[in-house]
């Protein structure tokens, strides 16, 4: 006992040892100690090798847990509860507050870009939906119908009555597929458009933007022949454009071109489009077609219906002259041959440029005279968030010989095909890839043994807040559902492999809302998402969001270190969310996945 008490004395109470300056003060006690012991081992050398090893062995076990414990322990916090904002907050999109408009300017309508609230003036409620919400009626069958009271709006009924966008029938509102290009409906519209473009058929066009969407129903047309779409629209007179898209199943985001450039990578879309969207085209120096070229792979496809195309036909219904139109048209075409388009085919009121992947085109640019100029280097072409829109072209890189349109795998082969871009990721290689196309399969598997409404008609619109390379959006692919891939602005660029592998998604902050109303998805997912960024977003806040944008009766599933598994329950358990914690596909100790349900209003 006493060699164990003089060991015990050579530590601090921490248990740790003593520091320099502590040894060379205690030489001479050190001395007659080690006199002493020197004195026992003759006869106690046996037993006291033996105790010293019994020593050592406790310690050990004391300091070391076994692997599946965690050496932190988890996150608590205090519980709360979370009041119901009030109904005029029914549609609340926080950074597109309409509210907030009058404090910002008219020039280029950038009183309709993102201005989110501060931090003091952030709801701290849950979004009630609007009397007489019912639950979204399932795919198929919501692309053409929905239900009133769920989106409230009878503005564009209204003044869009002679187009056929929709019409109110009872308790629903009816999308028959019209459109102000759409006379015949989008079925034929997309039909022409196919005759124009035969890419549109044997899957070498895969993904599409659709600025200033309307209800989304070109977008919807594509779905039933294996084109992806984002359809874009900002809040404006015409009252949840995107709310009605999203309603009705179809990917789309509120948003709109103005003076920053959209959330989106360079050279990701195959085909982008403008049915009468009403973007001046032409005006401030061609800025927004030099947005929609950034955005827009080598080898895609520009499509513009409406005004100035066919004007000779079209010209007395649009409140001008013959002259002007013919003007308008002469200086669009100018303008986007001096961007590396050409005219790739028109006929009716369809006409269709392709962007150049030549570069001999683009070398050009580097005349001091040419207007608009090459982009220098001194930005990122992928930066996109809070970026403002630059008057100059973004040059494809050279060196990307496989990411132009023609030389892309056709889809579906694209899909778990490595693409050229992920040697830009820091440690992204076609093995890891692969290894991640893999453990996504495997993760989607046992995520369905646990929510089986995954994979049925119960889940259409779907969210992965934190993708790296889509691989979730893959591995569920073929279920009657589609997925928004959110990069975070502050992680890796990755979104630009995600739109190689032909899928969709957006950069954002998850310190800010999304660019959503409301009630817009069925399930979201999240994996490690509070690890990686807890230090800048506060829980809570990312929690209310997800609660905001999550329909009534949808689902989370949160996959997340157990540090943090505790703390998102009780905060989840305040937003009146059902959760239960389950083992990963592999039942490591170190994650935990929380399977949670926003309960249905007979709940609330």
């Keep these: ?49 033996s105790e ?19 050496t932190v322990a988890p996150l608590q916090i205090k519980s709360v509860s979370f009041p119901e904002c009030s109904s005029e907050y029914q549609d609340y999109t926080p950074c597109t ?27 701290e409620c849950l979004i009630p939906p609007p009397d007489g919400y019912k639950p979204p009626i399932r795919w198929p069958k919501s692309r053409d119908e929905c239900w009133y009271r769920n989106v409230p709006y009878n503005w564009i009924n209204k003044q869009k009555s002679n187009q056929n966008w929709l019409r109110k029938e009872g308790e629903k509102f009816l999308f028959p597929g019209g459109g102000t290009m759409f006379p015949r409906g989008v079925g034929a519209y997309v039909d022409l458009m196919q005759d124009l473009i035969p890419e549109l058929k044997d899957g070498t066009v895969r993904t599409a933007i659709d600025t200033g969407c309307g209800v989304a129903s070109w977008g919807g047309d594509l779905l039933d022949r294996g084109i992806l779409t984002v359809s874009l629209a900002p ?47 032409a005006e401030f120096g061609g800025i927004y077609l030099l947005e929609i070229h950034r955005i827009l792979r080598p080898g895609g496809f520009w499509v513009l219906s409406g005004p100035p195309v066919n004007y000779e036909n079209r010209w007395r219904g649009w409140n001008t ?23 790739y085919n028109k006929k009716d009121d369809i006409a269709v440029w392709q962007k150049s992947s030549d570069n001999s085109c683009y070398s050009q640019l580097s005349n001091p005279d040419a207007y608009p100029p090459k982009c220098d280097d001194s930005l990122e072409p992928d930066s996109a968030w809070y970026t403002p829109l630059r008057p100059c072209v973004v040059v494809p890189r050279p060196k990307l010989k496989k990411s132009d349109l023609d030389s892309m795998p056709k889809w579906p082969e694209r899909l778990h095909v ?5 040697s830009d990721v820091h440690g992204g290689s076609a093995s890891t890839f692969k290894h991640d196309d893999s453990k996504w399969q495997v993760r989607v598997k046992h995520y369905k043994k646990l929510l089986p409404a995954l994979g049925t008609e119960k889940i259409r619109n779907v969210m992965d807040m934190n993708t790296i390379y889509g691989g979730f959006a893959a591995a569920v692919v073929d279920d009657p559902l589609w997925v928004m891939n959110v990069v975070s602005s502050f992680a890796a660029n990755t979104l630009a492999v995600v739109y190689d592998r032909g899928l969709i998604g957006a950069y954002h902050d998850w310190c800010e809302a999304f660019s959503t109303y409301p009630r817009t998805y069925d399930l979201l ?11 800048r977003c506060e829980m809570k806040h990312v929690l209310l969001e997800m609660d905001r944008i999550l329909r009534p009766g949808g689902y989370a599933v949160i996959r997340e270190s157990v540090y943090f598994v505790d703390a998102i329950s009780t905060v989840a358990k305040g937003m009146r969310w059902g959760c239960r914690k389950e083992n990963t596909e592999y039942g490591v100790g170190k994650e935990k996945l929380l399977i949670c349900q926003k309960k249905t209003l007979a709940l609330f």
């Design 525 to 535: 997912h999240l994996d490690g998402h509070f690890t990686a960024e807890s230090n």
């Design 97 to 123: 507050d309409p509210r907030r408009w009058k404090k910002y300017g008219l020039h280029r309508l950038t009183f309709m870009e993102r201005h989110c609230p501060p931090v003091f003036e952030r709801k």
């Design 321 to 343: 002259t013959v002259e002007e139109q013919r003007s308008d048209y002469e200086k669009l075409h100018e303008l986007l041959t001096s961007m590396c388009f050409k005219l």
């Design 1 to 49: 006992m006493w060699i164990i008490n003089s060991l015990n004395i050579m530590k601090h109470k921490d248990g740790k040892p003593f520091s320099q300056h502590d040894k060379s003060s205690k030489v001479v006690p050190m001395t007659i100690m080690l006199v002493v012991l020197c004195g026992f081992s003759f006869y106690l050398g046996g037993i006291f090798c």
């Design 235 to 281: 809040r404006d007179n015409h009252e949840a454009q995107v709310q009605f898209a999203l309603e009705r199943g179809i990917p789309a985001i509120l948003g709109i071109i103005s003076t920053q450039r959209l959330p989106f990578p360079s050279n990701s879309f195959d085909m982008a489009h403008c049915s009468r969207c009403l973007i001046p085209w």
């Design 52 to 70: 010293k090893n019994k020593i050592e062995a406790t310690d050990v076990t004391k300091a070391v847990p076994s692997p599946t414990e965690s």
């Design 418 to 422: 490595a693409p050229e871009r992920i």
